[in-house]
């Protein structure tokens, strides 16, 4: 499920924005809400209390989409619009930021508090997932994957210009303001339920481009089976990877194999399918 959000966010976040780099963990909003939930832990523990998987969704959809804002806001230029190298720029810098509110967050914390957040940071797949989480999780992949099916010619016209696609009848700004809830919503649950993750994200759209072609009813649903594919074989590869305090993070595994990855996609042609 974590695998397959991660995908299908990164799949919309590239066609709205025309930019084949976009993704939730290179825009900033996995860190967003990476930071979002750690200031939550912050303050519950400062209160007494702990975050429940509802105000983990909570604070983790508020990051996400804050930060997915602040980078449009900061990528866009007044005569050209978005800009793409300013936007994976700006994503960049507020990840940095974001990293940093998460590390500052754990050092607030006591060490027994700072260790389980820590490896939350470095992205886990629980053995007991929270059911909240799960379930919210599920659901809203499943209707964020219905409406990109129903609406991929929609999507579609997207990846042309503001005025090519306003001339075939596409509401620019309803769906903008519906992708950009469905990718926060998807990246929130999804950092909520195995903590951040890179690479999926990106890696997963592209697969799916090079395979079955630009057409969003084709790539949606390729994108969500292979993110899926993506992070069941990372936690495969941790599993068989010895460690002396226990299984690696997953989050390491994606890092390490999803860069190259990106990169042999590249030297086979994965801009020439993106422009196509």
């Known amino acids: 499920l974590c695998g397959a959000a991660l995908a299908l966010c990164g799949l919309l976040l ?27 832990m912050v303050v519950a523990w400062r209160a007494g209390g702990g975050v429940s998987g509802a105000m983990q969704l909570v604070f983790g959809t508020l990051g996400g989409v804050g930060a997915l804002l602040l980078c449009v806001a900061f990528g866009r230029s007044r005569s050209r619009g978005i800009d793409p190298v300013s936007l994976v720029l700006a994503g960049v810098v507020v990840a940095a930021m974001a990293g940093s509110v998460s590390t500052l967050c754990e050092w607030m914390l006591p060490p027994g508090e700072r260790l389980g957040l820590a490896a939350w940071g470095m992205g886990r797949i629980p053995e007991m997932p929270d059911r909240a989480a799960t379930l ?24 042309l210009s503001d005025d090519e696609a306003s001339s075939l009848g596409v509401n620019l700004a309803a769906t903008r303001r519906v992708v950009v809830l469905a990718t926060g919503l998807l990246a929130a649950c999804a950092t909520a339920l195995c903590g951040p993750l890179a690479f999926v994200g990106l890696v997963a759209p592209h697969m799916a481009r090079g395979l079955l072609g630009g057409s969003h009813r084709r790539t949606a649903i390729g994108a969500v089976l292979a ?22 993070p997953v989050g390491v595994v994606c890092a390490l194999a999803g860069g190259p990855a990106f990169l042999v996609l590249l030297r086979r042609g994965v801009t020439e399918a993106w422009r196509a």
């Open 14 to 40: 590239q066609g709205m924005l025309r930019n084949p780099l976009a993704s939730p963990f290179v825009l900033g909003m996995t860190g967003g809400s990476q930071a979002a939930v750690s200031l939550a």
């Open 136 to 159: 919210a999780l599920g659901a809203t992949l499943a209707l964020v994957l219905a409406w990109a099916v129903a609406n991929a010619r929609t999507l579609d016209a997207m990846q």
């Open 227 to 248: 993110g899926a594919a993506l992070l069941v074989g990372a936690d495969a590869i941790r599993a068989l990877v010895p460690v002396d305090g226990g299984r690696l």
